[in-house]
């Protein structure tokens, strides 16, 4: 059952943001005016919300009639993580994990790929402000619980994440059935970061120009391609098994 928190109202929204609450996503009104809605648009774009424009009858659902003003923001029910502090604390020693999600929208994908992170030791999950799955119920109870265990990163895009986690000598490795290389093959005993596409489209081009390794998991049977929460599970256990 969906159990998402809304909050609505332009001034209330904006006292969430002044106040850091965790703000999942923002709901704006078409074409809306206004001096309050522009300082709600500055300060939503100020602190990187994904942002919605949409019409008015979406907003009178999610604010079930109520005096939304043309703007209701959903409520992460799990506080975001900072990627650079994390990459700051770590151990230069330690042979850690990283899990770059670039485009996965289905959040029973989300929850089960966030439940596998948690069981392989994953040290923080990274997901874009736009285009990524909500963290919801459905992706809470999905994870088993995995949502509130493990660091949740956010990011402008995941190619920023890429080029950081290059910068901290992390070899970044990234899923696509274009590699003509297994990921048997290559050495994962070493800090890593692992970029995850979508379904879709697979990881973004100009993100894959710039990783370190592509590789794939060899495909036997007629089916052309995984879910990528199956692919991801497999992924993450060759680099636990490489390891052991």
Not at 77 to 101: G, H
Not at 142 to 168: E, R
């Amino acid at each position: 059952m969906e159990t998402t928190e809304y909050i609505y109202g332009i001034r209330a929204i904006l006292e969430a943001l002044e106040s850091n609450k965790n703000i999942a996503k923002v709901y704006l009104l078409k074409e809306s005016v206004g001096v309050l809605m522009g300082q709600l648009k500055a300060s939503v774009k100020q602190h990187n919300i994904a942002t919605s424009f949409v019409p008015v009858e979406k907003l009178n659902h999610l604010s079930k009639n109520g005096n939304h003003q043309g703007a209701v923001a959903s409520i992460s029910p799990v506080a975001f993580a900072e990627l650079s502090t994390i990459l700051e604390n770590r151990s230069v020693e330690q042979k850690d994990t990283y899990l770059l999600l670039d485009g996965i929208t289905d959040v029973r994908n989300f929850g089960a790929i966030l439940r596998t992170a948690a069981c392989t030791g994953v040290s923080a999950v990274i997901i874009p402000e736009k285009g990524a799955a909500p963290i919801n119920a459905v992706a809470i109870k999905t994870s088993a619980g995995a949502a509130f265990n493990i660091p949740i990163c956010k990011v402008n895009h995941i190619k920023d994440a890429v080029f950081l986690m290059q910068a901290y000598g992390i070899t970044t490795i990234g899923a696509t059935e274009k590699s003509s290389d297994l990921i048997y093959d290559v050495d994962l005993n070493q800090p890593l970061a692992l970029i995850m596409g979508s379904e879709e489209r697979g990881i973004n081009p100009s993100t894959l120009k710039v990783i370190d390794h592509p590789i794939k998991l060899p495909m036997l049977g007629t089916i052309a391609s995984l879910n990528v929460s199956v692919a991801c599970g497999a992924m993450l256990y060759e680099i636990t098994r490489q390891r052991l």
